[in-house]
């Protein structure tokens, strides 16, 4: 706001000088042309002095030359007098030219008016209109950051930042959910770990009894003896029933993956694709290959279905060997097969069956950045759009591919 001030400040200085100048020209000018008429009278005076006579068809403003006579002062013009070789000339002549430089002048400052006035209130616009309400904006991405808006942020009707506030205000109750749902997956992942630790203290204080007792001889019957192995064993069982429980809720679902189930064209999809990676994959010199296609309508949510294609892409560019990536089509009358093959693959067959898995991560990973987050959850989101997802390898090419319904 306050380089605008300045700019508005310059703006306005500049409009004031401009007036000044061009004033100060048509001053000068309009001074200049109100003399004409005495440099005329001066030129034909000479002429008359030399040659008795002076021919004013060439004059701009004398109109009559009036030798001493009967109606000597009898004129409906400007006049002057001139005393020439003793006889008195009378020299008429008109102020036209003045009075057009004088309307002239008039035309110039009018124009400059309205010149200015629109300037002025062209920048008034833009600072009230744009720059005003942005800068109340600009503090709120850094309040979303904080965490500080919890309120929602009123709508305008400004053709300028309607969308914006629209985006601000879904970003924000993206933010308020994505927090109660952490603060809830810690309350249940709190609770689940009393309540098994609790579990556990049980048969887990039997077993210690019990290994207790074996370890002082208390029972010297084998037949106790081997009753007593058996409890141990039937409570080390039980143990591992709620490890069980702890590795299973380890695995359940931690992401809530929300699907807005709708209708969309392959076309959709794949422009959508084609449009972030084509650029992408020139800079790094990788051929990207888009096969032939038959457009259709897909069932699915076509946002989850590009984060989908974008994460096997992703994962495309990480594990390759960075020379190509095709976006194929593989024909199927039932569902719609959208697969993408890269090679340099170095992953065992035998790791297939886990690469859909949370947390897992291959041996080729290596020093690549990553959680093993990306495949798992492309399969958690097509099953949810009621598709499915599976990779195989052959030789050191791998394809993934997704399965869509139709709609």
Request: contains cysteine; glycine residues 6%; charged residues 25%.
């Amino acid at each position: 706001m306050k380089a605008f001030n300045k700019i508005f400040s310059v703006v306005a200085i500049a409009v004031i000088l401009l007036f000044v100048v061009v004033n100060i020209i048509l001053a000068a000018d309009r001074t200049n042309g109100s003399r004409q008429y005495r440099v005329e009278i001066s030129r034909l005076v000479h002429e008359i002095e030399t040659n008795g006579s002076a021919d004013i068809s060439e004059c701009v403003y004398v109109t009559n030359i009036e030798r001493y006579g009967e109606k000597f002062y009898i004129t409906d013009s400007d006049y002057v007098i001139r005393e020439i070789n003793g006889e008195l000339y009378r020299f008429d002549y008109n102020t036209n030219g003045y009075s057009d430089k004088t309307q002239l002048t008039g035309i110039v400052n009018a124009v400059l008016g309205v010149m200015a006035i629109l300037i002025i209130t062209v920048l008034l616009y833009i600072k009230f209109a744009i720059l005003m309400p942005f800068e109340r904006l600009s503090g709120i991405p850094y309040e979303l950051s904080k965490g500080n808006l919890a309120a929602p942020i009123k709508e305008t009707k400004s053709r300028f930042f309607g969308k914006f506030l629209w985006g601000i205000n879904i970003l924000r109750e993206n933010i308020e959910q994505q927090k109660q749902r952490e603060l809830e997956m810690q309350k249940e992942k709190k609770t689940l770990l009393l309540s098994l630790s609790h579990d556990i203290k049980t048969p887990l204080s039997a077993i210690k009894l019990y290994s207790a007792a074996l370890s002082k001889n208390l029972y010297s019957d084998a037949e106790k003896q081997h009753k007593i192995a058996e409890n141990i064993n039937e409570k080390a069982e039980e143990i591992e029933g709620y490890v069980s429980q702890i590795i299973t809720a380890s695995r359940e679902d931690f992401f809530s993956f929300e699907v807005n189930m709708g209708e969309f064209y392959l076309s959709e999809l794949v422009e959508k694709i084609a449009g972030y990676y084509k650029e992408k994959l020139a800079l790094i010199k990788t051929d990207f290959i888009i096969g032939k296609y038959k457009n259709c309508l897909l069932s699915g949510d076509l946002s989850r279905s590009v984060e989908v294609m974008q994460n096997i892409m992703e994962n495309a560019l990480k594990y390759g060997d960075g020379r190509r990536v095709e976006l194929i089509f593989p024909e199927d009358d039932e569902c719609v097969q959208i697969a993408i093959m890269n090679g340099g693959c170095t992953l065992e067959k035998d790791d297939l069956t886990h690469i859909f898995e949370s947390f897992w991560r291959g041996a080729n990973a290596g020093n690549i950045g990553g959680n093993g987050l990306g495949l798992y959850i492309c399969r958690q989101l097509m099953r949810k759009m009621n598709g499915e997802i599976f990779a195989k390898i052959d030789n050191d090419i791998i394809t993934v591919t997704t399965v869509f319904a139709r709609a």
